[in-house]
């Protein structure tokens, strides 16, 4: 099986624009959750979903938002960039909740 | 107080040592815990899932949780330079889809 895959892997933005990025989960995992990892905070969850429903909501602000799509693929937005938003953005899928996620490679942003 | 304490590290073993890597938690209704490596420019890899109180082995790798005093650990016997890694616990907060991840501690083997 496929692992989960992020695209792109690198990005550099410049404050003030928005990006997307992409995530493909394990080929039957219909839970997919990011997180956001920096130096700084560590792991940080941002959003959860399951069967095209966000379920749960990290502690950031909504310039960040999410969607998953039917096929279970899932995209994450951010708006009006801030210098503070360079991290790397991880993507992890799981089957059911009693199973552990695989995180992707991530996509990492840079803001300048 | 964090919700997951972990101590950053780094910490530095010899070749062959067996490591030890500690959280504590705050939440008795905690009931998942899982261990992640991550290597520098990847994604964290899940090395081991518990549920319950005890020990669980995986080849060189046990994972012990201790409920009654809200602690978890990962041991590491043999320990390899491929081992060197950033190891970071993280708890299944049931019933709202996350996970709690600790600052993580980064191990070096030395050969």
């Known amino acids: 099986k496929a692992g989960v895959t992020q695209t792109p892997r690198y990005l550099i933005k410049t404050r003030g624009q928005q990006v997307t990025l992409s995530c493909s989960p394990i080929?039957?995992?219909?839970?997919v959750s990011w997180y956001q990892q920096t130096p700084g905070q560590g792991l940080q969850f941002l959003f959860e979903?399951?069967?095209?429903?966000?379920?749960n909501k990290g502690n950031f602000p909504g310039r960040f938002s999410g969607r998953q799509f039917s096929n279970s693929r899932s995209e994450m937005n951010v708006s009006t960039l801030e210098l503070g938003d360079s991290a790397l953005y991880l993507c992890?899928?799981?089957?059911?909740?009693?199973?552990?996620?695989?995180f992707g490679s991530g996509t990492r942003l840079t803001v300048v | 107080q964090k919700e997951v304490e972990q101590d950053p590290g780094p910490l530095s073993v010899p070749e062959g040592a067996i490591v030890s890597l500690n959280c504590t938690y705050s939440?008795?209704?905690?009931?998942?815990f899982m261990w992640y490596r991550q290597y520098s420019r990847k994604g964290p890899e899940l090395l081991m899932y518990?549920?319950?109180?005890g020990n669980k082995e995986d080849g060189r790798f046990t994972a012990q949780v201790d409920k009654s005093s809200k602690y978890i650990s990962l041991f590491i016997r043999d320990s390899q330079p491929s081992d060197s890694a950033t190891y970071l616990c993280?708890?299944?907060?049931?019933?709202?889809?996350?996970?709690?991840f600790g600052t993580g501690t980064r191990l070096k083997v030395l050969a």
């Open positions: 992890a899928s799981r089957e059911g909740t009693a199973d552990g996620y695989t």
């Open positions: 080929s039957g995992h219909r839970s």
């Open positions: 979903y399951f069967s095209e429903t966000q379920r």
């Open positions: 939440n008795s209704a905690f009931q998942y």
């Open positions: 518990t549920y319950s109180s």
């Open positions: 993280a708890i299944d907060t049931s019933g709202t889809y996350k996970y709690i």
